[in-house]
């Protein structure tokens, strides 16, 4: 079972909608959790960490369920900039530095 | 963005070639990472160096050779590469910290094998 999961996508969506996705991972004791969004042909950069009790930044909106093991986003109000790869990252524990990645969701906004 | 570089952006080579692909951050962090993307697949963990240790993935074929002359400088060093190693090699730094592991990402050099 691969570490991270999640669903490719695509995902295409109109401006303003409203569009969400999950992640699942493989192992329990993982602590850590983070967004990170990649431009096509671009590096990697943090969107937002996840937390526990679920986290809010601006139009996106992250949550976690332990039980389930697995995190979501939300994107509130479509932007045509939004229109990126959505990396789900993982650490197994609170000071690994090691992150597992997924192998990301793919969301295209259109006009 | 100058806090993390990487050169060159963009590398063809021969399988019987030698080449090295170099790093810098210029951010004060105290852990570099080696990564492959290929397409449709996640990210690779390559190598890390962090303070003193080195950990490596040891799928990583020996045709791969890192080093960390300091914490600010990394280079990967390639040599008798295969087609199948074409891919993105993106370099990152962290601050190795409890709790608190956000990795900044170089852009990437793109490299072809021929």
């Known amino acids: 079972r691969k570490e991270v999961e999640q669903d490719p996508g695509p995902f295409n969506v109109p401006e303003g909608a409203t569009v969400a996705f999950n992640c699942t991972y493989s192992?329990?004791?993982?602590?850590?959790f983070f967004w990170y969004r990649q431009d096509c042909r671009k590096e990697p950069k943090l969107l937002m960490s996840v937390y526990s009790s679920g986290n809010e930044d601006g139009r996106f909106t992250a949550q976690l369920n332990r039980a389930s093991q697995y995190i979501s986003l939300l994107i509130r109000d479509s932007k045509l900039s939004d229109s990126a790869t959505y990396l789900c990252v993982v650490n197994r524990q609170w000071n690994d530095y090691k992150l597992s990645f997924g192998a990301g969701t793919t969301v295209t906004v259109r006009a | 963005e100058t806090g993390v570089t990487q050169t060159p952006r963009h590398l063809v080579m021969g399988m019987t070639n030698k080449k090295s692909l170099k790093c810098e951050q210029h951010l004060g962090h105290n852990a570099m990472y080696w990564y492959k993307q290929s397409a449709k697949k996640p990210l690779e963990l390559m190598f890390v160096y962090s303070l003193e240790e080195r950990v490596e993935n040891n799928s990583v074929p020996s045709r791969f050779s890192p080093e960390c002359p300091n914490s600010s400088h990394l280079f990967l060093h390639l040599h008798t590469l295969q087609p199948e190693d074409s891919a993105l090699y993106l370099c990152?730094?962290?601050?190795?910290?409890?709790?608190?592991?956000?990795?900044?990402f170089g852009p990437g050099t793109r490299l072809t094998v021929l």
């Open positions: 990152a730094s962290s601050q190795v910290r409890t709790g608190d592991n956000e990795q900044f």
């Open positions: 192992n329990s004791a993982s602590q850590s």
